[in-house]
């Protein structure tokens, strides 16, 4: 048996998901709610003591961090391979994914910001979302969501958040060629890796960052990817406690061609 504890539109979820639909893989969702802080529930720690999502279950044995994950799904099931034959091949994708780690940051506080605490302010209040952050088992969680509600973290740190994002793109933009794809011909747990950080920046209303003109082998990239049957599974995955982005006034659409 197969089940993905996740949430609708955590990246690192997405990073799972997609992965499984990409290897036709059957699985069973356990829907992790991050804005009721089921990770934080005590059956959930048990399995993820670091109260975070993805967590994949096989056979009641627990999975932890998406990039494993993915490396394990791919391991694990039939179907296409998402990780390169030969070995240069494969350290070429994880060194990519490595450079995906470091923008990670920057997306995290731009949706914490921009997103996340709007919507959790529409549910609790301040105090509550304090007192949550302190529940947090991750240091760096409890760090940045508290100071998020307390207004500490101000436009120079999120002006240095979209740097980090414009050098994941430049490196991306660079990696690409010669394409089609980021490890060259063929589609890997690479560019699954960096696919929902796309997405979520589109949501944020900042796809301007590979337009035609500034960024075209990305711009082009992203285009090939979104047509993807797993890609659509993944990033669309409802919200299914309801809301969704809507419900703090952003979006969430496919590439547009610009």
């Not at 120079?156 to 980090?164: K, N, Q």
């Not at 979520?200 to 035609?212: E, H, T, V």
Request: hydrophobic share 40%.
């Amino acid at each position: 048996m197969v089940e993905l504890y996740h949430f609708w539109s955590s990246v690192c979820s997405v990073r799972c998901r997609m992965a499984l639909e990409e290897k036709g893989v059957a699985w069973t969702s356990r829907y992790i709610d991050l804005f009721k802080f089921d990770q934080l529930k005590p059956d959930y720690l048990k399995i993820n003591p670091d109260g975070i999502v993805p967590t994949l279950v096989h056979n009641g044995e627990p999975v932890r961090e998406s990039t494993i994950i993915n490396e394990y799904i791919d391991d694990a099931f039939p179907g296409p391979k998402l990780m390169p034959a030969d070995p240069l091949g494969r350290a070429r994708m994880r060194e990519f994914i490595r450079k995906c780690e470091d923008g990670f940051d920057g997306i995290v506080k731009l949706t914490i910001v921009k997103y996340i605490l709007p919507k959790l302010r529409n549910r609790w209040g301040d105090a509550e979302l304090i007192k949550q952050a302190a529940r947090r088992p991750m240091r760096y969680y409890q760090d940045v969501h508290s100071r998020a509600v307390r207004g500490e973290i101000a436009e120079a740190e999120l002006a240095a958040a979209r740097g980090m994002i414009e050098e994941l793109l430049d490196r991306v933009e660079a990696t690409l060629d010669p394409g089609p794809w980021i490890v060259g011909s063929e589609f890997t747990l690479a560019d699954i890796a960096v696919a929902p950080y796309m997405f979520r920046l589109s949501a944020l209303g900042a796809d301007q960052f590979w337009s035609k003109s500034r960024r075209p082998r990305v711009n082009e990239w992203y285009q090939r990817l979104s047509v993807r049957p797993a890609f659509k599974t993944a990033v669309f995955w409802p919200d299914e406690s309801g809301g969704g982005y809507e419900e703090v006034g952003l979006r969430a659409t496919m590439p547009a061609d610009a």
